[in-house]
């Protein structure tokens, strides 16, 4: 038996075949130039109160922020005589952790010391 085409081989469409899928109409765009912002900052403030040690504070100032002795000392009184008194500032993220590290540190030495994180 034959069998015979209506149409030749080649304009027969093979279900098989993978052919490119051309969309007619569709160009690159172009971008505008995306200025990046520099993150915003925040300050680590530090509050006196009655019973955390100066020591201790001096010692959190030192190791966690890395604050030279003198600094750390000149620091401490601040916030001793002002009340309050910036560690540092930071980024939010870099900021939370340093917050984070320091009122653990407090609280493994039973020490109510507050600090806060404040925009700048």
């Not at 304009?11 to 915003?40: A, C, F, I, M, Y």
């Not at 959190?60 to 009184?77: E, M, P, Q, W, Y």
């Amino acid at each position: 038996m034959v069998r015979t085409f209506s149409r030749r081989l080649s304009q027969q469409q093979d279900p098989n075949r993978v052919e490119p899928v051309r969309k007619p109409g569709l160009d690159l765009l172009e971008k505008d130039e995306v200025k990046t912002k520099r993150p915003s900052m925040w300050n680590i403030v530090l509050y006196n109160d009655d019973y955390t040690p100066m020591d201790f504070v001096e010692f959190v100032l030192k190791t966690v922020f890395h604050i030279s002795t003198l600094d750390a000392l000149a620091l401490t009184l601040a916030v001793h005589t002002k009340g309050k008194g910036i560690a540092g500032t930071y980024t939010f993220e870099v900021a939370e952790q340093k917050q984070c590290e320091v009122l653990l540190m407090a609280k493994v030495e039973e020490h109510p010391l507050r600090v806060e994180v404040e925009r700048v």
